[in-house]
């Protein structure tokens, strides 16, 4: 049972990893134009590149 | 993104709203379109909002930016101050909806393991484990609707966010007690799963409603406008609406809107007074004449004095009409806390009933209320929470998948009600703009038409534009044309071929009509007339066969009301002022009618807000879009019978998932009140009610054929 105590810490560090991109994202602005993000990659930009 | 080396001025930031934007391809051309502006370091479209950023030079002004984009072919206007109730409603419950999933993720795997035979140490470290997990995520998931449920307590009244926050709350707190005195029952998981549920249900509801609001304040966003004002010394500058003041001259070209009421200091021309009092014909005015904010200018180009802007146009009467209906609407006490009105009492009696019932029969009080918790998480209003939600996110999808934006939460439910319809007539019965007639267009010879459409394309008189469009909806293509010059009021003349060939304002004005001459042949006169929306008679058959009673109330004179009355064989009120309209729809209401008003004009205002549900076109005034429940993209006036066959299959499907909510509990209270439940067949009874009322809401998918 001692794979236990290594293993729950691991499966509740990766959930909280999950959580902290999550939040990261939403602070970042990532869902402000979830239409837009959808069609921004149809978009040519060669002069930016 | 266009990028350009960073201007060393000040930089100032834009709003600009752009309606007509909405594929990728769109997206490029009005950043591109943007960033080759002199003055702009960037531009980023907002595909979802429908509006443009634009960080610039502060010496650039907005005009110039919509200028740019009506160059890249944009119709744009600069973004208003919006007031604080459109921003998003989704965006503070995704946060909260994330905590709650992952904890009630990591908690059920928690909690299996337990149920699957984890004996002592473990088992009471798994379950401190999922204390730790639990708490916080209540505390924090959790508050949405604790603080709804405080606020309606606080009124006294009762929500469904009452017994959902006491049952979490109680169940959290048993469980932490079950798992410092080390007893076998800790509901951790219910609880999480509940919260993840209800708040999966509000966030999808509220990411509707955003979608909706943006659609339409889009249009709002347009509907915001200036003018040209003209400064001492001839010099013109573009001045916002919000900064017009009395005094000023605008120059008003024609095809714009006036944004102030004022007096005409020079010019003659035709106003079309429409959206303000449902009058169809042009209103003639010259020099001294008052002319009113919201109406379009027609003909000739004139210089008017602002006498009122802004909030002192002739609009503040009308608002404050509206602004005494809007309050009497918020009474709308909505199904699911009605239904929470009769559940709470029922299942906390049920719930209290237990706990004596088991004191009574001689168990401990700790068992008495472990068991009494029970029966609280049982009935945990799971499916009862989900079941309005869910069906009203379906049916509003599928709406807006046909061109109808609901607006309003309760708008369906009070839509399923109607028994009284009543339509304004311009711009709602009918398109509200003069169309040429579609049997002369087509058969005009091509080169006519193709002549015709060059004509037209150059001017922007409101009869041009729709001659324009028409034409080139026929597929025609422009010819080419030289030495072309609009004479205002009078037309567009230009030589094709060697040919002088105008579009102009017919000598004869019996009705309205444009003539076409093209040299050597003889003048062709286009007679354009406002027509009835398509399918307006199959919409009506419908209502009608849904039991709805429809009839006309128009601001328009007594002749032309009657002929639509006769078109469409509805009973009809002409020369209905905005009070009129509001006094007909009240005392309706207060025979018993659920009267549903469909109208577009700032006339119509006072009347959508009075009515117990609404209705506005997408080309409607502002105000119109404002106060209307829902707004109607298409032309097509059967917008109107599908939005009320989507809310009342709505309502039917929210009646079946009460009644399965309720069959659940019957099964599942009798189980908990013999205290046979544990949390494991909690966790698997919610969600299999849950799963249930889901899919029934999904069969709403096509409802709004």
Redo the contacts between chains.
């Keep these: 049972m001692t794979v236990l105590a290594f293993l729950i810490p691991v499966a509740l560090g990766l959930g909280l990893l999950g959580l902290a991109a999550f939040f990261w994202a939403l602070r970042n602005g990532q869902f402000d134009d979830p239409d837009g993000s959808a069609a921004r990659i149809l978009l040519d930009e060669e002069d930016e590149a | 993104?266009?990028?350009r080396p960073i201007l060393p001025e000040a930089t100032g930031q834009t709003m600009l709203v752009v309606p007509g934007m909405h594929?990728?391809?769109c997206?490029?051309k009005v950043e591109q379109a943007l960033g080759e502006l002199p003055g702009v370091t960037g531009a980023r479209?907002?595909?979802?909002?429908r509006s443009v950023t634009v960080t610039h030079a502060s010496s650039l002004d907005d005009h110039a930016l919509v200028l740019a984009l009506e160059a890249a072919g944009f119709e744009a206007k600069p973004r208003r101050e919006l007031p604080e109730r459109h921003l998003s409603a989704a965006?503070p419950l995704?946060?909260p909806l994330?905590?709650a999933g992952?904890a009630a993720?990591?908690v059920m795997?928690l909690s299996v393991s337990v149920w699957s035979g984890a004996e002592g140490s473990?088992r009471s470290m798994f379950e401190w484990?999922s204390t730790l997990?639990a708490i916080p995520a209540v505390i924090y998931a959790g508050r949405p609707f604790f603080a709804s449920a405080w606020k309606a307590v606080r009124r006294g009244t009762t929500n469904m966010d009452v017994p959902i926050s006491i049952g979490v709350i109680l169940a959290t707190g048993l469980s932490f007690y079950e798992v410092i005195a080390g007893g076998g029952h800790a509901w951790f998981d219910g609880a999480l799963m509940l919260l993840t549920f209800l708040l999966a249900g509000r966030v999808l509801d509220a990411m509707m409603r955003d979608r909706a609001r943006a659609g339409v304040d889009a249009l709002l966003g347009q509907a915001a406008r200036g003018a040209t004002v003209l400064r001492e010394g001839g010099k013109l500058e573009w001045l916002d609406a919000a900064a017009l003041s009395p005094g000023m001259t605008m120059r008003v070209p024609a095809g714009e809107r006036l944004a102030a009421d004022g007096t005409i200091v020079t010019g003659a021309s035709r106003f079309d007074q429409s959206l303000l009092t449902g009058e169809s014909a042009p209103v003639p005015a010259q020099q001294g004449d008052t002319v009113l904010a919201g109406t379009l200018n027609l003909d000739a180009p004139v210089d008017v004095r602002v006498s009122h802007a802004g909030q002192d146009t002739a609009l503040a009467e009308i608002a404050r009409l509206m602004e005494a209906s809007t309050q009497d609407r918020s009474k709308y006490v909505r199904i699911a806390d009605r239904a929470a009105r009769l559940y709470a009492p029922v299942v906390h009696t049920l719930a209290a009933a237990t706990v004596i019932g088991w004191l009574l029969a001689g168990a401990s009080l700790y068992k008495a209320l472990v068991i009494g918790v029970a029966v609280l998480i049982i009935t945990c209003p799971c499916a009862l929470g989900l079941a309005v939600p869910v069906a009203q996110v379906v049916a509003s999808g599928a709406l807006m998948r046909a061109g109808i934006m609901v607006k309003d939460g309760s708008a369906l439910e009070r839509l399923a009600a109607t028994d009284r319809a009543l339509f304004d007539k311009t711009g709602t019965l009918t398109m509200g703009e003069a169309l040429p007639d579609p049997a002369v267009l087509d058969a005009l010879p091509a080169d006519a038409a193709e002549i015709a459409l060059a004509l037209a394309s150059h001017s922007k008189h409101p009869l041009s534009r729709a001659l324009a469009r028409e034409l080139a909806a026929r597929g025609h293509k422009a010819a080419t044309l030289t030495d072309v010059r609009e004479e205002a009021g009078f037309g567009v003349f230009a030589v094709h071929d060697g040919a002088r060939v105008a579009v102009r304002r017919p000598e004869s004005a019996a009705g309205t009509a444009v003539a076409l001459d093209i040299s050597g042949r003889p003048t062709q006169l286009i007679p354009c007339a406002d027509r009835l929306r398509p399918d307006t008679a199959a919409a009506l058959e419908r209502l009608r066969a849904m039991g709805v009673t429809s009839s006309i109330i128009s601001g328009d004179n007594v002749g032309a009301v009657r002929d639509v009355a006769r078109a469409t064989g509805l009973t009809a009120q002409a020369a209905a002022t905005p009070l009129d309209k509001q006094q007909v729809i009240t005392s309706l209401r207060h025979n018993g009618a659920h009267v549903l008003m469909v109208g577009d004009g700032l006339n119509d205002g006072p009347a959508l807000a009075t009515a117990s549900v609404s209705m506005a076109p997408g080309a409607a005034s502002e105000v119109g879009l404002q106060a209307s429940d829902l707004v109607f993209m298409q032309d097509t006036l059967l917008s109107v019978p599908r939005a009320v066959g989507a809310a009342r299959s709505t309502m039917r499907i929210v009646k079946q998932n009460f009644a399965l909510a309720i069959a659940y509990n019957l099964i599942a209270v009798p189980l908990a009140i013999a205290g046979l439940v544990t949390p494991l067949i909690a966790a698997a009874a919610m969600s299999l009610s849950s799963l249930i009322v889901v899919g029934n809401s999904l069969r709403l998918v096509r409802a709004a054929k």
């Design positions: 993104m266009a990028t594929c990728a391809g997206m490029g479209a907002n595909l979802t909002a965006r995704l946060a994330a905590v992952f993720m990591n795997l473990t484990i997990i």
